[in-house]
């Protein structure tokens, strides 16, 4: 009866926006269902949480994306689970959508390893929502230090981030640099030498995804903006005072920040499919989901795997060509398995500063940074996007200013100083 | 004992903002405490709230405007109260500030005159949050009537906007853009022609503190673009379906914005204090609060009189020369009355349209829009701001585009679709 096939993407991240946009203009209908009217660069969300970019900046509306595609369509909505006989989705309005190809593109989330003492008290990074709080967290909290008792000014200019792969390396040096920026020439009743900034690693170097020589840069570099750079670090318990390490030792702090882990959307969970050890779905070499035909399985969610039978990591390159590679085997322009090819990483450390690896180079300082440069405004979605990010950065360069520092809640009746207190 | 005498100043709007800065570098300490720690540029509020600027580009950070003023000095908090005898300033978290000279300059607050089922249906239009939880219910609602069945989307896609001072024709001239511009492209789901805006107006005109020529021309720009204006018409009553008309008239809606009144914030209402009718600090010609030396009151909260013994309205001008004047008084570089000079209105109803009046001259269409965007721009506070919004504004007008169309939130458990309905 239909006359083209449907494929519905649940996700809007990396993976189901490429998908979606490789389907533009092909014979079939796309419904890209996300609980969010965004697509989020997830990879610049660390600025928005340190006052650098504001959130719209790296939020590109998607029915904007999407404005001259006439065969995708969107749907604001929360999927609650799947019906993979009846071949439906099931979204929280209780609406049943009908689907011909199901792409699983639903990402990952914080994950506080089942630790709720971690995830009760400790702010995430990894999506806008959890970015502006702790953005408004670290502001109200400087406010709060700027009348408190010395014994508390110590604990309230205290911040810990534990996780040292790449989110908690950036955001460890983009909150010492907002610290040095900021606070000398704002915050006159602070000592800026008061703030102390510890990075926690459980492992025995930053960075681990990265070859052993960029850790080791990244830990210097941090270093030098005095980050308190703590390796073989293992959290035993997060409470309302602070951090406690295995081994004892103690760390009092206002603000502890969770980087060190991510896990499967909840979606992805379903009990009807194989998982691999970390929750991600078990797939074929073409990216179909082992026993549903018809569905598939990209990004952060999926247990895509190498040649050489790892399991690709959970960024968002692999996702970004894993949405192209299924949109194309929808298609039937592709009849080969998914080969996924490496391009490289890269992280910032700060001003100047950043590492990355292509292939059987890496490079660091300057370099790093002006790569960086140009592959992030090269990927953000949206030209205008471009051009504002491009100009923060410019002034932010020549400045030497953080300029999105106002604590701002979309409730009104938070906000005010009366909300600066840690978010439960 | 104190080397030099403080200056309390309650509020860092219009009126607070321009005295701090006129009183930095003078041989007196201010203290500015306000409940938020940004300046917010209220004129360009309902732009926020129609998906074209970002919030951080209406709100200028305090202890950013002030950092090379040594003398002043911030301070984020709620006033719960002043104690005029002992000299102090009661803030909410316990604190008593003294002062030498206080500025009383609180500003005002949505004023639903006491009707709690206006107060807890519809959405105001005067601060940050607000204007934030009005973008995120307009956008929302759109998203709900693109799944809806057909009578439920006539009601979504019908918003009421009380009052026809310039706030509330300002904002239906953006929101008639709004969907003018992005639903035809973005919403092939919905019919444009069934959006519906309707412009209530008590009294027989709009903008009724504008001469009458320029109201009637607000009303046929708006009507050009769609809006149902309607004058004389009194609200009777909000419920959750819609609002009540006197004389029976129903409007069935799921947006109700309610711009219809401001009253003076809380801290204005000291029993302490003489009033005016409506809550006004009563003020001597030279704006100090009678029977309380030392106090003085300005901007909206105040009821400063003109020659003529008619209070001065509630915007912004009065309340910047008020501020200014005050930090002269204190600083003993004045010694007459306080005059205001009145340089003219503005309000613009769209692309290219605007009214404004001068002294004698009044200015309407291109010529009233270009002036509004000079002075626009030249009140923004902070030249980066000023580089942004230009930036924002051209690309409005080349693009026809609305750019800052996400529905976010600050707490990660909001702002997904299960937080589309009508904000509580």
Redesign the interface.
């Known amino acids: 009866m239909r006359a083209v096939p449907r494929v519905v993407i649940v996700g809007a991240g990396f993976g189901g926006l490429q998908c979606a946009r490789a389907l533009r203009d092909e014979p079939v209908e796309v419904l890209l269902i996300d ?4 697509h989020l660069f997830t990879p610049l969300l660390y600025q928005v949480a340190s006052c650098l970019l ?4 790296i ?1 590109a ?1 998607l ?2 994306v999407f ?2 595609a ?1 065969n995708v ?1 969107f ?4 999927v609650v689970g799947v019906d993979f006989a009846a071949r439906t989705v099931q979204l ?2 209780g ?1 049943a959508v009908h689907y011909d190809h199901l792409v699983l593109a639903a990402g990952s989330t914080t994950n506080y390893f089942g630790n709720d003492a971690i995830a009760s008290r400790a702010l ?1 990074l990894k ?4 970015a ?2 702790l953005r ?1 967290h670290v ?2 909290t400087l ?1 709060r230090a ?2 408190a008792a010395s014994i508390d000014v110590e604990q309230l200019l205290t911040f810990c981030i534990i996780g040292g792969g790449p989110t908690g390396v950036e955001y460890a040096g983009a909150l010492a640099e907002l610290a040095r920026l ?1 606070l000398p ?5 602070l000592r800026p030498s008061a703030v102390r900034i510890v990075l926690l690693e459980g492992g025995d170097r930053l960075l681990p995804t990265f070859r052993a020589r960029l850790g080791e840069y990244a830990r210097r570099e941090l270093a030098h903006l005095g980050v308190d750079v703590r390796l073989g670090a293992l959290v035993d318990t997060v409470d309302d005072d602070g951090v406690t390490l295995r081994g004892g030792d103690r760390i009092e702090t206002a603000t502890v920040v969770w980087t060190a882990g991510v896990r499967p959307s909840d979606i992805t969970a379903s009990a009807e499919l194989e998982h691999d050890r970390r929750g991600r779905v078990e797939v074929d070499e073409c990216l179909r989901v082992v026993g549903h035909p018809g569905v598939y399985a990209i990004g952060d969610g999926a247990a895509a795997r190498d040649r050489d039978g790892t399991t690709l990591p959970m960024v968002s390159p692999p996702a970004m060509q894993a949405g192209r590679y299924v949109a194309a085997q929808i298609t039937g322009r592709v009849r080969g398995p998914f080969r996924y090819r490496d391009k490289g990483t890269l992280a910032t450390i700060g001003r100047r500063s950043a590492v990355g690896e292509v292939g059987p180079f890496s490079f660091t300082g300057l370099t790093g940074w002006l790569v960086w440069l140009v592959v992030h405004i090269y990927y953000l979605i949206g030209f ?1 996007n471009r ?2 990010v491009m ?1 923060r950065w410019a ?1 932010y360069y020549v ?1 030497y ?1 953080r ?16 909300a ?1 207190d840690r ?1 439960v």
Do not use: M
């Open positions: 609980r969010h009217n965004y504001s959130p719209s900046e939020a509306p029915r904007k404005r001259r006439r369509h749907r604001l909505a929360d929280s309005d609406e995430g999506d806008l929502g959890e502006l709080q408004n502001l109200a406010e700027t009348v900021v020439y704002e915050y006159p009743e205008e051009l504002v100009f002034w400045r200013d300029p999105v520092r106002s604590l701002i809640a979309a409730d009104p009746h938070r906000g005010s100083a009366a600066g978010p």
